[in-house]
């Protein structure tokens, strides 16, 4: 062979093997037949994600036949597992018991939630963000849908940037320039206060596609992360990245290498404050039920 094709061969194997060291994934031990999804960091120590509630025989527990869906939180370790699971409590009174994902405003007081509106059956694919506050002895209550749904479109998968003025999510809002482009698009607005929000924008080609994007993630670094059924990817959904430019547009999206990503679905990616170690959900073949977690460290 000549000293070419050897050297040829070494870069072939140098970046083959480098790209695939790039992330370090473990399947947690937590999961269970059951899908989690919908997850989020809470200030690096706890995560939220989204599973059924079960009762003592470890049976889904039903609302007028309904499964219940709800949200949990749970301690994240030095290892990566996620430990002292519970769900969180959310007042009976409220009459909520399905929602697909939640997440927290940074000063901890207000949670943002993901259900259906109101005389919706779950089977409408028809949801609502609600933001709710806590009360002792009550848990989170008095929630109110945000001023900004109508009731033709879905609204999901809430998200708010570090700083708290920016909300993201995903829905199907058609008409205007803002337009809808694909099955679902990530949009955003301003947190104006008093459940007062900006003109929902959409983010733009450069993050949106003909296909559906769901499940958006704002970094520390404010690199947005989502996930997106697009025809480039590995197979199902993918797991994409899109860097904020200065002006506070997002570049054009990146999708993420495997083993983050793999021929299945692959969602709900979120990453820690110094941008080492983070989360996501997958339905991958080696998994242990539906959705699983995944811990991964970035080497």
């Given amino acids: 062979m000549s000293k070419s094709l050897v050297f040829l061969s070494f870069l072939i194997c140098f970046f083959g093997f480098s790209q695939s060291k790039k992330y370090t994934i473990t ?10 999804f919908g997850l989020m960091l809470i200030n690096d120590s706890k995560i939220f994600c989204t599973s059924f509630l079960l009762n003592n025989k470890d049976r889904i527990k039903r609302f007028q036949g309904n499964p219940i869906l709800t949200i ?24 909520i018991f399905y929602i697909t994902a939640a997440t927290l405003s940074p000063n901890g007081d207000q949670l943002y939630i993901t259900t259906i509106f109101e005389g919706k059956d779950i089977s409408d694919d028809n949801f609502q963000i609600k933001v709710g506050e806590f009360k002792n002895g009550v848990g989170w209550t008095n929630f109110k849908t945000l ?3 109508n009731p033709k479109y879905s609204y999901a998968h809430p998200a708010i940037s570090k700083d708290g003025k920016t909300l993201y999510f995903t829905s199907n809002i058609r008409g205007g320039k803002e337009t809808t482009k694909g099955g679902s698009d990530i949009f955003k607005v301003d947190i104006l206060g008093d459940n007062v929000y900006s003109e929902p924008k959409n ?14 993630f704002i970094s520390d670094d404010n690199t947005l992360y989502f996930a997106s059924n697009r025809s480039n990817g590995f197979g199902g959904y993918d797991i994409y990245k899109s860097k904020t430019n200065k002006d506070g547009t997002f570049g054009k999206a990146e999708k993420l290498p495997k ?32 959705d699983d977690i995944y811990y991964f460290t970035l080497n």
Avoid: W
Wanted: net charge negative.
């Fill in 27 to 36: 399947n947690l031990e937590m999961n269970t037949e059951y899908p989690h």
């Fill in 72 to 95: 949990f939180e749970g301690d994240l370790s030095n290892d990566g597992s996620i430990q002292n699971l519970k769900n969180i409590e959310i007042d009976p009174a409220q009459k």
């Fill in 147 to 149: 001023s900004l749904c």
């Fill in 203 to 216: 983010l733009g080609s450069n993050v949106n596609s003909y296909s559906k994007e769901i499940f958006p």
């Fill in 259 to 290: 083993p983050i990503n793999s021929n299945k679905d692959d969602f709900c990616f979120v990453i820690n404050t110094l941008n080492k170690t983070g989360y996501f959900s997958s339905k991958r073949d080696d998994g242990k039920g539906d």
